[in-house]
């Protein structure tokens, strides 16, 4: 959610420097310090125009569906539609609001396997005409509302260790029940027209789309043996972080294609998509935090901050990536050359486990410093409530937008 947007340049297009993110915060809470300033993010579009270009170069054969509900911001949504990416959505609301752009229903999937019916005639009415499912239920909600809807079934596949979220317990059809439900749906006369999977997100280990393609692939087979249109769409979901690892997860990819749908890459026959979330939405935001009070107890200073893990800090309750943090004074704005010690920070909430930082070496801070939290664009504020009346909804978003260069002035 967006509370106040304020556009400012990045005529660079590229992700701005650290030193250009400071300044630009600095700027901001200095233009407000004469009141009590919120947390608020910055989204660097020069951030994700660099990931779109990044995807496309490692990954040309694989269209990424963004998925809306890692970071549904406004004007983030806008420049992935400029950028010419798809979504994935996960229901009505998302799939409006994606609309709304001016984007073409042909460029949404309806990924959410159990879909309201209200929705899902929402989806018949504006043609958004590809969505996932994995039961029985769903196929006879479908052929009701959306007959014409064509279909991916969505596998549960081996998931990745030590991702942050695993989908298998809830989601995707289990190798028994595949067969079934392909004849169930032959009988209905629905078009099923690919697979799709999700291995996790935060994958660590990218090894683990080998077996999932394996499986997607077996299931093309059942679908051949049960006399079924070809199937023309392989869905490899989401679970991709951008940085190092991206390289190495989108190499896994192309070897585990090459070895399962050899014939189909060299004809161009298999449109291959995928739903990244984190890999787009993480990096661009950075989140601006301010103390709001302090406490000493022996050697440990204990800070709190006026966002935590009830807002945009949430993944840290699903046992995931530690955030990463800057200090930021206003007297000395980088922090550095000073003593540090061993910190704690908690959120701002009643609640015990609200604490956002354990055994983090800080230099001494105090009311009204800063500390800054980068790459916390996915699942923050998309995730976050209002407990204790600490609205995540209502934290401003500032733009470091994309201009044309300037007109050589005369
Ligand atoms: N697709 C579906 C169906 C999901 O549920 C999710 C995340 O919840 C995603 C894609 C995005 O995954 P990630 O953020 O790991 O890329």
């Not at 609001?97 to 504006?126: M, Q, W």
């Not at 984190?278 to 302090?294: E, M, Q, R």
């Not at 956002?356 to 409530?385: C, I």
């Amino acid at each position: 959610m967006v509370g106040e947007a304020k556009l400012i340049e990045n005529r660079v297009g590229k992700p701005v420097s650290t030193d250009d993110l400071f300044r630009f915060i600095k700027s901001v809470i200095s233009d407000e310090q004469q009141e009590e300033t919120g947390p608020f993010y910055v989204l660097d579009l020069g951030a994700t125009r660099s990931l779109v270009e990044t995807w496309f170069h490692n990954l040309p054969m694989v269209q990424p569906f963004y998925a809306v509900k890692s970071n549904p911001n406004p004007a983030f949504l806008k420049e992935m539609a400029a950028l010419g990416t798809g979504f994935d959505c996960a229901s009505l609301h998302e799939i409006e609001t994606i609309l709304s752009l001016g984007v073409s229903p042909d460029r949404i999937v309806f990924a959410n396997t159990c879909k309201p019916e209200s929705h899902i005639k929402y989806a018949a009415k504006v043609g958004v005409n590809l969505a996932t499912f994995d039961s029985n239920c769903e196929l006879e909600k479908i052929k009701k509302w959306h007959p014409k809807c064509e279909l991916l079934i969505r596998i549960k596949v081996p998931e990745a260790s030590g991702s942050a979220f695993m989908f298998g317990s809830k989601f995707g059809a289990l190798p028994e029940e595949i067969v079934p439900l392909l004849k169930a749906a032959q009988e209905a006369k629905l078009q099923v027209v690919g697979v799709s999977f999700h291995i996790g997100t935060g994958a660590i280990n990218f090894h683990s789309i080998q077996g999932a393609i394996e499986a997607a692939k077996t299931t093309f087979d059942f679908a051949a043996q049960l006399g079924l249109p070809k199937m023309h769409i392989l869905d490899i979901g989401g679970g991709f972080t951008s940085g190092p690892k991206f390289t190495d997860a989108a190499s896994a990819v192309k070897v585990a294609l090459q070895k399962y749908f050899p014939g189909e890459l060299a004809d161009s026959s298999l449109k291959i998509i995928a739903e990244p979330g984190y890999f787009f939405a993480n990096s661009p935001f950075t989140l601006a935090t301010s103390i709001i009070g302090k406490r000493e107890r022996g050697d440990v200073k204990e800070y709190w901050i006026n966002d935590g893990v009830w807002g945009s800090m949430n993944i840290l309750k699903d046992d995931h990536d530690e955030v990463i943090c800057t200090p930021l004074t206003i007297k000395n704005p980088t922090c550095e050359g000073l003593k540090t010690w061993n910190s704690t920070v908690f959120g701002p909430t009643c609640d015990p486990n609200d604490t956002v930082l354990k055994g983090f070496k800080l230099p001494e801070l105090d009311v009204n410093d800063w500390l800054v939290f980068h790459n916390m664009g996915a699942y923050t504020s998309s995730r976050g409530n209002d407990f204790n009346g600490f609205k995540t909804s209502a934290i401003p978003t500032y733009i470091l937008a994309l201009m044309p260069p300037r007109k050589q002035e005369k």
